[in-house]
């Protein structure tokens, strides 16, 4: 059973261009998770959804940040018009639908905006 | 709302040594609490986590940490650090979602240093 999969590991963008950042879970899972880690900061919430419904935005920024998760195929979290700002680890973790179990995570995106 | 403080952004032992790594925690619900590890450039790897039952509880590579009600705390320790343990190690506390354990909140993390 392959773990939390992020593509891709690195990735570069010029300021306003776009950043798609994927998470494809464990197989099973159905929740999931993005979270923003800045540099010698600790790892903050950004969005919890399941399948098709987005359960919990309150970390996202107002503008730019959008995420989805769609019925078929791995969650998205996409980053429009990217600033220098935006350069951080991206991770995504993933649960099943049960209660009391664990999230696993991804090994991260770090997105480098020049 | 729930928050996390890790006290001290580096701590640096002596490999043998007993590695302390301080959490305390605030919650209005009782809390689930995690501590992960993250190894340069790698995602997280939970070491051990409290949910309900016996506050002492035991992770992997050696580690343990023991949740105190009264203190608000959840310390990680090892009795002997190894070389192998030098990495950073964050504390997280869970709001929850009917149980759900993805929802974290993270301390700034702990950088710990294994001196030969």
């Known amino acids: 059973n392959a773990g939390v999969m992020q593509n891709p590991r690195h990735l570069v963008r010029r300021r306003g261009q776009e950043a798609r950042l994927r998470c494809s879970p464990m197989?099973?899972?159905?929740?999931v998770y993005w979270y923003r880690q800045l540099p010698e900061e600790g790892l903050k919430f950004m969005v919890y959804?399941?399948?098709?419904?987005?359960?919990?935005e309150s970390g996202m920024p107002k503008e730019r940040f959008s995420a989805e998760f769609p019925k078929e195929g791995p969650s998205i979290l996409r980053i429009q018009q990217v600033v220098r700002g935006d350069s951080a680890a991206y991770f995504c973790?993933?649960?099943?639908?049960?209660?009391?179990?664990?999230?696993?995570f991804g090994q991260g995106t770090r997105l480098t905006v020049v | 709302a729930q928050s996390v403080t890790q006290l001290g952004s580096h701590v640096s032992v002596s490999e043998g040594a007993l590695v302390l790594l301080r959490c305390n925690y605030s919650?209005?619900?009782?809390?689930?609490l995690f501590w992960y590890v993250q190894y340069p450039n790698q995602g997280l790897q939970l070491l051990l986590k409290?949910?309900?039952?016996?506050?002492l509880v035991k992770g992997i590579n050696g580690f343990e940490a023991e949740f105190k009600k009264s203190e608000t705390s959840f310390h990680l320790t090892k009795p002997s650090a190894h070389m192998s343990d030098a990495a950073e190690y964050f504390c997280?506390?869970?709001?929850?979602?009917?149980?759900?354990?993805?929802?974290?909140?993270f301390g700034k993390g702990t950088k710990l240093s294994v001196k030969p």
């Open positions: 973790a993933s649960s099943p639908p049960q209660k009391n179990t664990e999230a696993f």
């Open positions: 197989k099973g899972h159905s929740h």
């Open positions: 959804l399941q399948k098709e419904n987005i359960i919990d």
């Open positions: 919650s209005s619900v009782p809390p689930y």
């Open positions: 409290y949910t309900t039952g016996a506050t």
């Open positions: 997280a506390v869970s709001e929850g979602y009917g149980g759900s354990q993805g929802n974290l909140i």
